[in-house]
């Protein structure tokens, strides 16, 4: 069998169709009909030093009352929601392409820290969380008495 190479005039039927695909989906994503249950997580940098650990997470366009920050158990988690702007009118985007929706990071701790002095703030889109250390209870020493 021989197969022959597509025409020219194949490849604009195949450009307008393309073309229509990418009207049609445009319409349906600013009418909201169609959703993306993509997730997105913040990027992070985590640094540490003797006495704490630092973590710095990028969260453009979340609201602190979106933000939530959770420790326990050797685990941080960072949770919130980006939430995509309200418009007045009926919008028709023409590129959509910052993530919104829910998301969640957790990372392990691998330092005992002291959770009753973590802190965090929120500015310009960017979260700081401060976690100090406690001391390596395993090089502490400790000597035990006897009971009679």
């Known amino acids: 069998m021989i197969k022959s190479n597509p025409s020219f005039l194949d490849l604009i039927r195949l450009q307008e169709d393309v073309s229509q695909l990418i009207s049609y989906l445009s319409e349906r994503i600013s009418e909201g009909l169609l959703s993306s249950n ?7 940098d985590l640094s540490e030093d003797a006495d704490e650990i630092v973590i710095k997470a990028e969260v453009p366009g979340v609201q602190a009352k979106d933000l939530h920050i959770l420790i326990k158990e050797g685990f ?7 939430r995509q702007p309200l418009h007045r009118s009926q919008v028709r985007y023409i590129c959509l392409e910052r993530s ?49």
Not at 76 to 82: A, F, N, R, V, Y
Not at 120 to 125: F, Q
């Open 38 to 44: 993509s997730q997105w997580a913040p990027n992070i």
């Open 76 to 82: 941080l988690q960072i949770s919130g929601e980006k």
């Open 100 to 148: 919104y929706g829910k998301f969640c990071r957790n990372l392990y701790l691998n330092a005992a820290i002291d959770i009753n002095a973590v802190r965090a703030r929120l500015h310009d889109g960017l979260v700081t969380i401060w976690l100090p250390k406690l001391p390596n209870r395993r090089q502490l020493e400790r000597i035990i008495p006897l009971e009679s």
